[in-house]
């Protein structure tokens, strides 16, 4: 459960587990569920559940085989911190992310809660960084639950901006990624809920990514605000050779 990706900020994916329930307005067009339909369809074992969520133990050991660094994305096809994924197998998948200093582990989760409550009986090598995805103003509580994970490096993922945000504080923050929606459905984002989070982050001297503004298209609709490319990265990125 491993391939080369084409996400911008990360160079590989990584899925111990595939499979989420939607828990909030950015999960609508989800391209995950769109891709495990697609594989479901095409018969491919690994989605014979779909998007149920599946834990898959004999995937656990394959960023061990790596042995060029590259910076992963940690269940790009589902969620870590998903209630069904048990305690146990998350520590396991920790165990490997332990055991392979030479990558940067990239965790995003929409599950905050979670993450807050068993982030404190997990071990964060400092090669593990823990996010979380923050689509519009209701959902910033999920910075708060980021806040104490001990983790290297904490970072959000705007994306899909849905809407404009009240950012208060970016203290306990090491990275900022912005970007739109994309694929079929793509509700669109305005330069003025962008500007904003760029200026915070600029303020704070937080590195700030934006992927992309998203649309049917990614190609068509690009990467430039306001005529350049913002390609921030946290230090501990930035060095990985």
């Not at 569920?33 to 697609?38: F, G, I, K, P, S």
């Not at 055991?99 to 409550?117: C, D, I, N, W």
Request: aromatic share 10%; hydrophobic share 45%.
């Amino acid at each position: 459960m491993a391939a080369g990706s084409h996400i911008e900020w990360t160079d590989a994916t990584w899925n111990p587990v595939t499979g989420c329930t939607g828990v909030s307005p950015g999960c609508r067009h989800c391209y995950a569920a769109r891709m495990a339909a697609r594989l479901q369809a095409m018969g491919q074992p690994r989605y014979r559940n779909g998007f149920c969520v599946t834990v898959h133990g004999d995937a656990l050991d394959l960023p061990l085989r790596w042995r060029k660094p590259r910076r992963v994305f940690v269940n790009s096809m589902g969620d870590l911190f998903h209630e069904d994924v048990p305690l146990e197998f998350i520590r396991a998948v920790f165990d490997v992310m332990a055991r392979a200093p030479r990558h940067r582990f990239q965790v995003l989760t929409k599950r905050a809660e979670r993450l807050a409550a068993v982030g404190g009986q997990l071990h964060w090598p400092p090669n593990v960084w823990a996010g979380v995805s923050v689509e519009s103003n209701p959902f910033l509580y999920r910075l708060e639950c980021l806040a104490g994970v001990p983790a290297a490096v904490r970072f959000v993922s705007f994306e899909p901006l849905l809407g404009p945000l009240v950012i208060r504080s970016l203290d306990a923050i090491d990275w900022v990624i912005v970007g739109g929606e994309s694929g079929p459905g793509a509700r669109p984002m305005r330069e003025e809920w962008v500007l904003p989070v760029r200026d915070a982050c600029v303020e704070a001297g937080v590195p700030f990514f934006f992927k992309q503004w998203g649309g049917v298209s990614r190609r068509k609709s690009g990467r430039l605000l306001q005529g350049r490319v913002w390609d921030g990265l946290p230090r501990a990125m930035q060095v990985i050779s």
